[in-house]
C-alpha cells in the first residue's frame, strides 16, 4: 500500500537519507510500518534557522497581493489532493476516511480566508496634538517563527500556523508530528508547488524536547505557536519567557456539556455522540464531562449510552466505519486507566469500558466508546483530560451548580449548553469561563472565528480578524 514519501523540507528542497536517524511510522489500525520518517540534525535546523531569516528579509516586503495569490493556489490544490492527503491521515493517524478528507477539504477555506485578510492587515492614523506632526501606526510582521503541531489534526493544526504566518509576512519552522507526519509533508508540497519561495516555510522533524528547545533558544526565532497538552505548553511557554518571545498558546481542554431538563433530548444526544466519537475522542474539544440536570438525566444516560453503543468501529479505510483506533496503545493505556479508576470508585458502567474484542483489537488500538455515570468528583477522569472515547455523566439540580461543575477545573477551552430557553441561554453563555461557548449546536472551527482558550487551555486566537495579531508586531512613527 503507497505512503507519503516523507522528508524534511528546507530552503525549498526535500531532504532525507545520509546518516540522519529515522523513526518508524506505523499504522495504529493494523500495526503495520508505513515508512521512515527523518529526523533533523542540528546542521539541518541551523540551515532550516538560516533559510527563515534570509527569506524573512525579503518576504516581508512583498506586495499582500502575492500572498494571497500562493495562499489560493494552496486552496485549489488542497481540494484537488484532499482524497490522497486524507487516505495517508488514516493510514497513520487512524481517523476514519471520511473525517480524514473532510478535514484536508475544510482546510482549503483557512487558506482562502487569509488570503483575504492578509490584503487588510491595516494600520491607522492618529490625530496629532500638534497640526505639524503626523502620527501613524503600521503593523509589521514580527519575523522568524517556529510553530510545534500534534499527531490528532495533522493538516488542519498545521496549517492554520502556516497560513498565518505566510499570510502575515513571516517566515516559518514547522515541526510536525512524529507520529502522523504525511500531512505535514503534504501541505510542504502544496506549498511548494503553490509558488512559495525557498525558506518561507520549513519543516523538521525530531525528538519533540530537543527541536522545540534548540529553535526557542536561537535568536532567530521571535515567535512561538504551540497546539498541544497543557504540561508540554507550560514548559515551551515558560522557555519562550526567558528569552521575551511571543508566544500562541493552544492547549488541551476538559470540555463541560450542560444538558437542562428543558433541552432538546434526542438533538443533543445525537450531536454529542457524533462529537464524543470523532477521532476516537482524541480532540481537544471533544466534550468529556456531561453535567445533566435531573429532570432528564436518566432519559439522556439511556439514549446516549444506546447510541454509543451503536457506533461502528473498524479500520478507517472500510466502509461504514465512524471510528478509528487511538494513535497508539501508551494513549490506549492512559485513557484505560481512567476508566479502570472511575469504577473502582464507584462510577456506573453504561456502555463500552474497553478493549474492542476479536482480531480487530488484537491488532489495533481500538477502545470501546464508553459512558460512565454517577462518577464520583474525585474519579480521576473528572480531572484530566481523557483524549479518548470517554464520557464521564453526572447530576446537577440548579444553574448555579451547573456552573459551578462546569467551572470547577484549571481548563477553559470549549464547552457546550443544551436549553431551549434564552435567559437560562445567556446566563449560562455569561458565566462559563471558557474561550468558546457553542449553546445548542457545534460550530467553533469556521477560519472567520477565533479558536482558542483561556486559563490553562492557553492564550492567543487562531482564526478571526485575531488570526494575525501575534505575527504582527505594531510601530508608531510620530514626525514634525
Known amino acids: 500500500m503507497t505512503y507519503q514519501d516523507l522528508a524534511l523540507y528546507i530552503d525549498g528542497e526535500f531532504v532525507k537519507g545520509g546518516d540522519r536517524r529515522e523513526q518508524d511510522v506505523i499504522n495504529p489500525a493494523t500495526q503495520e510500518l508505513l515508512g521512515k520518517l527523518p529526523h533533523a540534525s542540528t546542521a539541518d535546523l541551523d540551515r532550516a534557522l538560516a533559510a527563515a531569516q534570509r527569506a524573512f528579509t525579503s518576504w516581508k516586503n512583498t506586495s499582500p497581493l502575492e500572498r494571497s495569490a500562493i495562499l489560493r493556489r494552496v486552496a485549489q490544490l488542497t481540494r484537488e489532493r484532499a482524497r490522497e492527503i486524507g487516505r495517508d491521515i488514516t493510514l497513520d493517524q487512524g481517523k476514519p476516511l471520511a473525517e480524514a478528507v473532510a478535514e484536508v477539504t475544510v482546510c482549503a477555506e483557512h487558506a482562502e480566508w487569509h488570503a483575504e485578510e492578509c490584503r487588510r492587515i491595516y494600520g491607522r492614523v492618529i490625530p496629532p496634538r500638534n497640526p505639524a506632526v503626523r502620527q501613524i501606526v503600521v503593523r509589521e510582521p514580527i519575523g522568524v517563527c517556529a510553530a510545534f503541531t500534534p499527531w490528532n489534526f495533522p493538516f488542519n493544526q498545521a496549517i492554520r500556523k502556516i497560513v498565518a504566518a505566510v499570510g502575515a509576512g513571516c517566515t516559518l519552522i514547522l515541526k510536525g508530528p512524529e507520529d502522523s507526519p504525511s500531512a505535514v509533508v503534504a501541505l510542504a508540497r502544496l ?97 468529556t464531562r456531561f453535567h445533566v440536570q435531573s429532570g432528564v438525566h436518566d ?41 479502570d479508576d472511575a469504577r473502582a470508585r464507584g462510577a456506573e458502567l453504561l456502555s463500552g469500558g474497553g478493549r474492542i474484542g476479536g482480531d480487530i483489537g488484537a491488532k489495533g488500538h481500538f477502545h470501546a466508546p464508553t459512558l460512565l455515570a454517577n462518577v464520583p468528583a474525585d474519579a ?22 451547573a456552573l459551578q461543575q462546569a467551572n470547577a477545573l484549571p481548563f477553559g477551552l470549549a464547552s457546550y449548553v443544551f436549553t431551549r430557553s434564552l435567559q437560562t441561554a445567556t446566563r449560562v453563555g455569561d458565566g462559563l469561563e471558557a474561550g468558546m461557548v457553542n449553546i445548542n449546536h457545534s460550530g467553533m472551527a ?35
Not at 472515547?389 to 446537577?396: C, D, H, M
Not at 492557553?458 to 514634525?480: N, V
Open 191 to 287: 506549498f511548494h508547488d503553490a509558488g512559495l519561495p525557498p525558506g518561507v516555510l520549513n519543516i523538521v522533524w525530531g525528538v519533540p524536547g530537543e527541536i522545540s528547545t534548540y529553535l526557542i533558544e536561537s535568536p532567530i526565532v521571535r515567535k512561538i505557536s504551540f497546539t498541544g497538552s497543557v504540561p508540554v505548553g507550560k514548559q515551551l511557554a515558560a522557555l519562550a519567557g526567558a528569552h521575551m518571545k511571543r508566544v500562541t498558546m493552544e492547549l488541551g481542554g476538559h470540555s463541560p456539556v450542560l444538558v437542562f431538563d428543558d433541552a432538546d433530548v434526542d438533538a443533543a444526544v445525537a450531536l454529542l455522540a457524533r462529537l464524543k466519537t470523532r477521532n476516537a475522542g482524541q480532540v481537544c474539544v471533544s466534550p
Open 299 to 339: 432519559r439522556f444516560a439511556a439514549a446516549f449510552a444506546d447510541a454509543l453503543g451503536a457506533v461502528k468501529v473498524g479500520h478507517g479505510l472500510e466502509e461504514g466505519v465512524q471510528m478509528g483506533p487511538l494513535i497508539h496503545e501508551r494513549r490506549f493505556q492512559a485513557v484505560q486507566a481512567l476508566v
Open 380 to 401: 480521576r477522569v473528572m480531572h484530566e483530560e481523557p483524549f479518548g472515547p470517554v464520557a464521564a455523566l453526572s447530576r446537577f439540580d440548579t444553574v448555579d451548580e
Open 446 to 480: 469556521h477560519p472567520e472565528l477565533p479558536f482558542g482558550g483561556v486559563k490553562d487551555s492557553g492564550f492567543g486566537s487562531e482564526g478571526g480578524t485575531e488570526s494575525f495579531d501575534s505575527f504582527l508586531s505594531t510601530k508608531l512613527i510620530t514626525q514634525i
